[in-house]
């Protein structure tokens, strides 16, 4: 079965850092762009961030400017997401999902696209 997988969420303190993974089985990255998003309680789904295969990379929300990464490793076939700086607004579920194209979507809330994971929770809190 062909999926992909979020991981790393959790409780951390403001200012702090976590890394989410985002692993997929059943097929290969390489040919997929990856997009992170996010839902926080009330909220709609945004999309946060998104890869290419070719590692660049596109940033839909303002907010996480200068805060969240996103990186690729294919021999792993993860994506990662580096949040640094976390506020207690960046509390959310987050989902990855791949989508078969060479380039990120314009539109940011394309979520599932091909593959969409069923989340992490990141809770941001003191």
């Known amino acids: 079965q062909s999926q992909v997988v979020e991981s790393g969420g959790g409780l951390v303190q403001p200012g702090g850092s976590l890394r989410l993974s985002c692993a997929a089985s059943?097929?290969?990255?390489?040919?997929?762009?990856i997009g992170w998003f996010r839902q926080a309680p009330g909220k709609e789904r945004e999309g946060i961030i998104c890869i290419t295969n070719s590692a660049g990379s596109v940033i839909y929300a303002d907010s996480v400017k200068g805060r969240f990464s996103i990186s690729r490793d294919n021999a792993k076939n993860t994506v990662y997401l580096q949040m640094n700086s976390l506020k207690p607004e960046d509390t959310a579920v987050y989902y990855c999902?791949?989508?078969?194209?060479?380039?990120?979507?314009?539109?940011?809330?394309?979520?599932?696209?091909?593959?969409g994971g069923k989340g992490t929770l990141v809770t941001v809190s003191s």
């Open positions: 999902a791949a989508r078969g194209t060479h380039r990120c979507p314009y539109e940011s809330n394309w979520y599932p696209g091909d593959y």
């Open positions: 059943g097929f290969t990255l390489d040919y997929y762009v």
